[in-house]
C-alpha cells in the first residue's frame, strides 16, 4: 500500500488494517493477499473509511487508486495508491429555491462558512439543521467540484422547496378525570420573517381551559 507524504489524515497502521480487515500485510511494499469475497467486502470497506476522513479533513477531491495482481491460484494481490488531491477550503454559498424566507436565515443554519477547511460532515450537518426549522420540505447541500481542475475553493449550493408556513391542528379526546376535551392550536414557523415561530393553541376540558400564545425568536441576543 503506497501513500503520499502529503496524505497526514489517513493512517494505515499495520494492527488498524488487521482489526478492521482481518488481513495481515507482508513486509516490503504492503500488499494485501486477498483470498475470500468477504476480505474483499471489508478491504473496501475499509478504503472508504479512510477516503471520507480524507474529504472530512480539506481533501474533496481525494481518490484511491487500486492495482490488481495475481499472487498464487486462488489469491491476488491489490496495491492502494491514496490519491489526495489539492487542499481545499469552502468557497461562495448559492442558495436557490428562496421564496418567503430570507438568505440570511439560511446562512444562519450552515456549519460552515467561506474560507473553512472544507469537510462533508459540515454539509450534511448544515442540511439537518435547515430540515429541523420546519421551513422546508427539500433540502440539498451539495459541493459545486471541479475535480479535473481541483481549485483550492469550493463552492457551495444549497437548494431549498420551503414547505407550507402555516400549519392548524385540532384535538378531540376523552379522559376519566377530564372527560371531554378538545384543543386546537395555530402555527406560523416565518411569522414576519426570521424563521420566527409564532403559536396560538386554546385548550377545554372539565380541569383545564385557556388561551396561549407563544412567540420564539430564534435569533434572540445573536448579532451575525
Known sequence: MHLPHTCPFVVFDPAVIKHLTG?????????YFLTTSETKRQTLIFVVQHLNDLRNHGYPYAD???TNTPAGPKSERVTFDAIPGTLARFGSVQINGLGSVSDDVVLRQLTFKPGDLFARDD?????????????????????????EQMPPEVPVRVTVGESKHRKMTFGLGYGSEEK??????????NFFGGARHASLEA???????GV?????????LHTN
Open 180 to 189: 371531554a376535551r378538545a384543543r386546537v392550536r395555530w402555527d406560523h414557523v
Open 203 to 209: 385548550r377545554w376540558s372539565s380541569l383545564d381551559r
Open 212 to 220: 396561549r400564545a407563544e412567540l420564539r425568536e430564534p435569533y434572540f
Open 64 to 66: 484511491v487508486r487500486l
Open 123 to 147: 454539509m450534511r450537518d448544515s442540511q439537518r439543521k435547515l430540515y429541523a426549522m420546519e421551513l422546508f420540505q427539500f433540502v440539498n447541500v451539495a459541493p459545486l467540484e471541479d475535480r
Open 23 to 31: 488481513l495481515t500485510l507482508t513486509d516490503g511494499e504492503n500488499p
